[in-house]
């Protein structure tokens, strides 16, 4: 159970007008990672990217991010906007504050996208290993865990020194190592949420990369067919499809807000 946490006030984009969208990153990114989706669905939606605690631009507090804390944060960010229900969108750990959204304020939520993410709690390995991945990040800085995540991210054919993934490596080498641990910390709390999904009264819209190396394509296909969810796979995308194939990535949402917005 999340310990009471104050919001903190949230570096955030927003771009164009309508059915309000909120993108959230994953771990140890930052809002960049949607800039192409922000830039073209922005001529039909209210885009808001926000980057999470401990993540890019917003405040770094010392502590454990768990995933209820983080998604206050964005309601708090939802609230200085004017902005009663959105669609929340998250990749990865991004995902796991969404879930938390959905579990805590149900009534803030007009719909679920889940990108390369999962409702299952960790294991109790996972769990001492993000400890440890904390303590190292704490001592050694965020080049520690960005090294090993490159090997992992991205789909087997990308190079991993093109632009696009060397972007990707900058973004988490220079996110801070308190925020690193304070994220790890959160989601080895996290709960299981897959009841959380299937109960949930809003669409549920699975994306994944075909290539994930992170959330395997069996475990998002297992997901969808339980809660029951829509799913589409992106070809040729491993866990950063929204970078990786940025205009696949971007259909995709499309589909989903529009059949969203119609309702
Ligand atoms: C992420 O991309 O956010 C991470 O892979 C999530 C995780 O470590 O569970």
Redesign the pocket.
């Known amino acids: 159970m999340a310990q009471p946490s104050e919001p903190v006030t949230l570096f955030y984009k927003e771009s164009g007008q309508g059915l309000p969208v909120v993108l959230l990153?994953?771990?140890?990114?930052d809002q960049c990672i949607w800039q192409a989706q922000r830039d073209v669905l922005s001529d039909t939606f209210r885009v808001i990217t926000p980057d999470l605690r401990g993540h890019g631009q917003s405040p770094a507090p010392d502590g454990t991010y768990y995933m209820d804390v983080l998604a206050g944060d964005v309601i708090a960010l939802l609230d200085s906007l004017g902005i009663e229900r959105a669609v929340w969108v998250g990749?990865?750990?991004?995902?796991?504050v969404v879930m938390a959204a959905l579990r805590t304020a149900p009534e803030r939520v007009m719909g679920v996208g889940l990108v390369?993410?999962h409702p299952y709690a960790?294991t109790a390995e996972k769990r001492l290993q993000?400890l440890k991945s904390a303590t190292l990040a704490l001592n050694e800085g965020a080049a520690s865990l960005a090294l090993g995540?490159m090997s992992i991210?991205f789909a087997p054919a990308v190079n991993r020194k093109s632009l696009m993934a060397q972007g990707i490596y900058h973004v988490m080498v220079h996110t801070p190592p308190v925020g690193i641990a304070g994220a790890?910390r959160g989601?080895a709390e996290r709960p299981d949420s897959l009841k959380t999904l299937c109960d949930a009264s809003v669409p549920v819209a699975i994306m994944a990369g075909e290539d994930d190396q992170?959330?395997t394509p069996e475990t998002s296909r297992q997901v969808a067919r339980t809660i029951p969810a829509s799913l589409v796979f992106i070809a040729d995308a491993g866990?950063m499809p929204m970078v990786e194939q940025p205009g696949a990535t971007t259909s995709a949402l499309r589909t989903f807000l529009t059949s969203l917005d119609a309702r």
Do not use: K, Q, W
């Open positions: 990153h994953g771990f140890p990114f990749h990865s750990m991004g995902g796991y390369a993410t960790d993000r995540m991210l790890l989601m992170i959330v866990h």
